[in-house]
């Protein structure tokens, strides 16, 4: 190694990458820009859930966040499975957090760039408190600067999780939240952050250059896009209920059909590869309600990456939308929302944005009160979209000041 490049700077970053999720892939690949563009020497990795996949699209080195070494068993007894826990299980482990020491040597930086993650909701392990809490430790001991950038908070409901989310903030030289409901989350669970910051969501700075500015101009009907989201389970709530989230179906089917009946065409939008299952669904539930279904007038090419997310909803004139990032996005290329809060963080985002008055509650929507929503948005569309403009560039300069505040000492 040369002495020119002993002083490049080695840059990790860790979470739910690499995965299905566009939201998640769009904030990666958002602060890699910016990376780039302030250290573009510095040497860039990722400790990901989806290592292949992320190497492929990004052309960075990646990690898995935790590698299986022994494939898992079929041990019918209680006793078969407790012993391979033991020797196998534990082991494993052991030797997974000498690994992570292992492979951070050298490292300068480890960033948890934005997203949801201080959740247990999907469970400890994965991206979960647990590998959070391990890889930020062996950060430190490594003397790497560990940043939590704009990340995302709650819900954790296990004394565990509380335990490892509190216990690798507190390993942080920086911490900064995307909403003021986030850090009042870690607040109220026992961690003291007086001293943090809240700066918007990492993806408010995506690049001008790749947010698509076109509409279908030989569409002769307004094109609204409905965002659909797949089951939350324990995200959303903490005893989820079926009977919800088929309400929730049921009330954007009758949205639909009085938009087909008002002259209105629809673009069903997702904003993760598993939501296609849903509009299938979906689909299926407004055939039963309509006499006719127009495959002109109903537009469901499902995207398969955040680049054709975002030019899908380039095409719309008025967005509905569940998945928090699809809002944001929408918001990003200056449309007109109405938000299904099915999290604080949609709630939190309309309320930053000035739009509090077209969010609605996963748990308490009410179709009527959704197409009235849509009328009074429609009819102040006009108005509304300097407001969404000025807000999006005020994100996007408290955004460039994060970034300079992090990187300002490298």
Known sequence: MSKGDKKRKRIYFFGHFGSPNFGNEITLQTVLYHVRCLLPEAEVACICTGPEALAATQKIETVPISRTFVKPGKHRSR??????????????????????????KGSDIFIIPGTGLLTDAFGLREWGPYNLFKWTAMAKLRRSKVLFVSVGAGP????????????????????????????????DIGFPTNSDRVYPDLVFSLPQAVVPDHRDKQRTRPLVGIGLMENQGKYSAEKPSNAIYLAYLENLVLLAKWLLGHGYDIRLLIGDAYDQALVE???????????VFDDTRILHAPATSAEQLLAQLAGTDIVVATRFHNILLALLLNKPVISISFHHKCASLMEEMGLSAYCQDINHMDAGRLIEQFQDLERNADKLKPLISQRVEQSRKALDEQYSVIFKSV
């Open 79 to 104: 006793l078969g499975r407790f012993l391979r826990s033991v020797f196998i299980g534990i082991a494993s482990e052991v030797y997974r957090w000498f690994e992570a020491f292992k492979m951070l």
């Open 156 to 187: 954790i409901y296990s004394v565990l999780g509380r335990y490892f989310v509190r216990s690798a903030l507190s390993l942080a030289d920086f911490r900064s939240y995307r909403d003021e409901a986030s850090m009042k989350y870690l607040g």
């Open 281 to 291: 669904e979906f689909k299926s539930l407004l055939t039963t309600r309509l006499a």
